[in-house]
């Protein structure tokens, strides 16, 4: 693993922006939805720039962090395109209902052990070496 302060960092997150697409996509059944998805790794990317600044901590040591929680949301819905496809076909065709009543969605329970397990094995790294 390359140091934190390492440029491969940024090659490491332009991977994984990919493979956040590539995960998400599938499950999209509409534009709006495929460009609301696009926003993640924008957000994810200002809140780094956002922490770096405040707590003047260079931005190419946050890296590992953003790697983290893409590859955490990614790996998170992988195997669930189909049930996430309804789902989203299901808001599409109810926007006004609460999400509750519709179809389940099984890659909440993934995603819940992915994230923490990513992002805190980002954290854990970027605090130790």
């Not at 790697?67 to 990614?74: I, P, R």
Request: proline share 9%; net charge neutral; charged share 10%.
């Amino acid at each position: 693993m390359p140091e934190k302060s390492s440029p491969l960092w940024w090659l490491f997150a332009a991977i994984s922006v990919g493979a956040y697409f590539v995960a998400m996509f599938p499950g999209m059944v509409n534009a709006r939805q495929k460009i609301w998805v696009s926003c993640g790794p924008v957000a994810g990317f200002l809140a780094i720039m956002a922490f770096s600044a405040n707590y003047d901590w260079p931005l190419n040591e946050m890296l590992p962090a953003y790697c983290g929680m893409l590859l955490g949301f990614a790996l998170g819905v992988v195997g669930h395109w189909k049930a996430m496809r309804e789902f989203m076909a299901w808001r599409e065709a109810n926007p006004g209902k609460p999400d509750d009543e519709g179809p389940g969605v099984p890659w909440m329970l993934q995603m819940a052990f992915t994230l923490p397990i990513f992002l805190g094995g980002a954290i854990w790294y970027m605090n130790n070496y």
